[in-house]
Antibody, heavy 119, light 107 residues
Framework: EVQLVESGGGLVQPGGSLRLSCAAS????????MHWVRQAPGKGLVWVSR????????NYADSVKGRFTISRDNANNTLYLQMNSLRAEDTAVYYC????????????WGQGTLVTVSS | DIQMTQSPSSLSASVGDRVTITCRAS??????LNWYQQKQGKAPKILIY???SLQSGVPARFSGSGSGTDFTLTISSLQPEDFATYYC?????????FGQGTKVEIK
């Protein structure tokens, strides 16, 4: 069974840092592109970042470029999102998602982890 | 970046109704259009990918159509478990933008 389990969320002050993790199981993690998507309270889904299967290529939304870094550890089946210089507008539930190899959709999602940026 | 615009933003419908949600892309995205369902407090779930392909395990009352810039998600006979928010997403290019969502509520 495919599982994605996020962790690392919490309360952080503006300007602070946080690292999110997404533990993957039930599939060959190293064969899949992975994404982070966030959702502010009461708002819609916003794509954040993507990493290819071997970690050599990444992309970011303009709103997080230069502040967030996506990475992966294929040996330990884990996806990361390092978030620096956090702002109040980064407050959201952060989901990791797997990109299907038979299409370019997100076929599995984690349950999400809440990041709150507040003083 | 490609902008995705859904309509309506919300709708009220009864069990058994036929429901149609539209999604428009700011430029042609061929058939790189996906539909997700999200229930309150839960992660999104893929329903339709590549504009019209039904994800395995998704009921056949869900269908998708369209290509280029205009797309439609149809629920042929709304069921109680279908009350949720629906999002379109383009996978033609990065950033993989989502529509703003359509909330389907009980009439």
């Amino acid at each position: 069974e495919v599982q994605l389990v996020e962790s690392g969320g919490g309360l952080v002050q503006p300007g602070g840092s946080l690292r999110l993790s997404c533990a993957a199981s039930g599939f060959t993690f190293s064969s899949y592109w992975m994404h982070w998507v966030r959702q502010a309270p009461g708002k819609g889904l916003v794509w954040v970042s993507r990493i290819n299967s071997d970690g050599s290529s990444t992309n970011y939304a303009d709103s997080v470029k230069g502040r967030f870094t996506i990475s992966r550890d294929n040996a330990n089946n884990t996806l990361y999102l390092q978030m620096n210089s956090l702002r109040a507008e980064d407050t959201a539930v952060y989901y990791c998602a797997r990109e299907s190899r038979s299409g370019r959709h997100f076929d599995y999602w984690g349950q999400g982890t809440l990041v709150t940026v507040s003083s | 970046d490609i902008q995705m615009t859904q309509s309506p933003s919300s709708l009220s419908a009864s069990v058994g109704d036929r429901v149609t949600i539209t999604c428009r892309a700011s430029q042609s995205i061929s058939s790189y259009l996906n539909w997700y369902q999200q229930k309150q407090g839960k992660a999104p779930k893929i329903l339709i990918y590549a504009a019209s392909s039904l994800q395995s395990g998704v009921p056949a009352r869900f269908s998708g159509s369209g290509s280029g810039t205009d797309f439609t998600l149809t629920i042929s006979s709304l069921q109680p478990e279908d009350f949720a928010t629906y999002y379109c997403q383009q996978s033609y290019s990065t950033p993989r933008t989502f529509g703003q969502g359509t909330k389907v509520e009980i009439k």
